[in-house]
């Protein structure tokens, strides 16, 4: 990501908080994975997405018109010793070098130090609920200033969130976000080609697993977005299976989702693939119906529509399907009012796409639905679940099939970033065909 990025996003941000202001961000927690084990830290997004710090024990405060400096970073600072055992860090000279910090102060010294930048300030703009130690801090440097109303210090007397201006802003990709997105869902279409080349019967779902992570790795990108799922069988038709630990069985449905997180920046893809590289009948038939909801829905990505758009196109060609195959009958206007259809498709056809793979940003303004507007980005992900379900013909059991794609909005349409991985059936058999 370009240095200069973040510098503009404070000062939009800050533009928008207006003077007697100050925002506190302080990063993610390092949280253990067992005993004396961490798991590998990743910034809290809100606060990478205005400061690209990328260690750990960081919090970010942004104060409007203050003379010395408008952005102050509390960090780690220099230690040679720990630095031996854990790594380099930017210290404080860094912070103010690197990271374009105003200024910058030992985290051990935020206790002292922070309460008197509340001092004269009329607002404190703060997500409270994330962490419950470090709400109780912020409450704490508050009180201090209130115990000096007698000298004359003004103690800030309102709390506002930073979701609704910061999470906002994210909504809305610059250039260099969707450079970032555009390469994470590059690098996952890649993993994907390669999962579906190695894919055969007598396999482990795990080492399916395994070639998607291989493959990001290898582009790149050093950590998957999310747990990816690997389900075959039954375990298709589980939406967030990942566990991935059985055998994929010769005949068996195989649904990968999968994406890769990159400069910070998250992909989201999913592909349904038949285990031995040939669709039957019966797997075709309600794979078709997805692709075709799919495509439908793609379709309504467009500037001035809105963001159940695509879920109500999406959900029209699906109950048609369904009910063409005799899955569901009835007529189609009656049994998408009563929600039949969530019987099989009970979820809906995207979510926002950024730093986190559920993006930040409303989906309802004034209890209507948002309207779609050029450098928005967001995941289009029809799906069929068909469990062995007693009333259900047996040839439609444990046919699990989810299609996603990542498509951000532009000024004419949209533009599917993850177009490189393919998605017709005759695409799919070519590519697995041996």
């Known amino acids: 990501m370009d240095a200069k990025e973040f510098p503009r996003r404070r000062k939009r941000l800050m533009d928008m908080m207006g003077d007697d202001s100050i925002a506190i961000l302080p990063t993610s927690s390092v949280h253990m994975r067992n005993r004396d084990i961490e798991h590998p830290f990743r910034p809290d997004s809100d606060f990478y997405y205005l400061s690209g710090y990328p260690e750990p024990e960081a919090v970010a405060v942004l104060i409007p018109g203050r003379p010395a400096g408008e952005y102050v970073l509390f960090c780690r600072d220099k230690d040679p010793k720990m630095e031996i055992w854990y790594g380099r860090r930017a210290g404080l000279e860094g912070a103010c070098d690197i990271y374009a910090a105003d200024d910058a102060f030992p985290i051990e010294d935020m206790d002292d130090i922070l309460p008197g930048l509340l001092e004269d300030q009329d607002r404190i703009y703060y997500n409270m609920g994330n962490d419950q130690a470090f709400d109780q801090r912020v409450i704490g440097w508050v009180n201090q200033v209130r115990e000096r109303i007698r000298a004359g210090v003004h103690a800030p007397e309102e709390f506002i969130s930073l979701n609704h201006l910061l999470h906002d802003m994210r909504l809305y990709k610059s250039r260099q976000e969707i450079k970032a997105l555009r390469q994470a869902a590059r690098i996952s ?28 790795i290898h582009q790149g990108a050093r950590s ?73 829905a793609i379709e309504q990505v467009q500037p001035g529509n809105h ?58 303004i004034d209890g209507d639905w948002r309207m779609l507007e050029p450098g928005m980005v967001m995941t289009v992900e029809p799906g069929l679940y068909l469990p062995a379900a007693r009333g259900l013909a047996r040839k439609w059991w444990n046919i699990g099939v989810r299609i996603e794609d990542d498509v951000l909005v532009t000024r004419d349409g949209h533009d599917v970033l993850s177009k490189d991985m393919p998605k017709t059936v005759a695409e799919i058999e070519k590519l697995m065909a041996h």
């Not at 993993?191 to 990001?216: I, N």
């Not at 977005?225 to 039954?234: C, F, R």
């Not at 997180?261 to 998250?266: M, R």
């Open 189 to 216: 279409a890649v993993a994907h080609k390669r999962a579906a080349q190695a894919c055969q019967p007598g396999m482990m779902e795990y080492q399916l697993e395994a070639e998607l992570v291989h493959e990001f």
């Open 307 to 364: 963001w159940i758009d695509p879920h109500d196109a999406a959900v029209k060609v699906i109950t048609e399907g369904l009910v063409a195959l005799g899955i569901l009958k009835g007529r189609v206007r009656t049994l998408i009012k009563d929600k039949a259809y969530t019987k099989y498709y009970m979820h809906r056809t995207g979510h926002w796409l950024g730093m986190d793979v559920h993006d930040v940003g409303d989906y309802k």
């Open 224 to 296: 998957p977005a999310y747990p990816p799922i690997v389900g075959s069988g039954a375990n298709s038709c589980i939406l967030h299976y990942i566990e991935n630990a059985e055998e994929m069985r010769d005949g068996d449905i195989l649904l990968i989702d999968a994406g890769a997180e990159y400069e910070g920046y998250a992909s989201d893809i999913s592909r349904t693939l038949p285990v031995n590289g040939k669709f039957n009948e019966a797997q075709k038939a309600i794979y078709n119906i997805v692709l075709k909801a799919q495509l439908a």
